[in-house]
């Protein structure tokens, strides 16, 4: 298996020691404070705006879930967080509420301290599981 160097500038997640996680409680409890409670955070906005069978994995290295496919990943990193909601389209719907953050293509970024509110988390899991749900009945 062929293993693809990042190169997005980060050097890391906060949570990855010399062993990838099993599991998404195990990368949350490497994660030091404040970050894990910024990611609990996120991971609970998450969670209440998914459907009951989306599933939650470690997927690259961070927690991700997944419904009719891949739906969204978060991590932790010495300097930030990120969202990750796999669609450029979504970030840029968002992007006015997306103000005064980083973002990327597929990254949006936030201090360690302080996460994305959980109403704006919500609309962004909602937008990707429309897209997923619009992508599988083509």
Do not use: Q
């Not at 990120?82 to 840029?92: D, F, R």
């Not at 990327?104 to 302080?114: A, E, L, M, N, Q």
């Amino acid at each position: 298996m062929r293993v693809k160097k990042a190169t997005s500038g980060d050097h890391g997640s906060a949570a990855k020691g010399n062993i990838a996680p099993k599991g998404v409680e195990e990368y949350l409890a490497a994660v030091p404070e404040p970050a894990r409670s910024t990611l609990n955070k996120i991971r609970a906005a998450i969670r209440s705006a998914v459907p009951p069978e989306a599933t939650e994995a470690i997927s690259y290295g961070m927690p991700a879930f997944k419904y009719k496919g891949p739906l969204l990943g978060y991590a932790a990193f010495p300097n930030h967080c990120g969202l990750y909601p796999m669609s450029p389209p979504v970030i840029e719907a968002f992007k006015d509420e997306l103000k005064g953050f980083h973002t990327s293509k597929g990254t949006i970024r936030f201090p360690v301290d302080k996460p994305l509110s959980a109403a704006l988390v919500k609309k962004i899991v909602k937008a990707r599981i429309a897209e997923n749900e619009n992508k599988k009945k083509r």
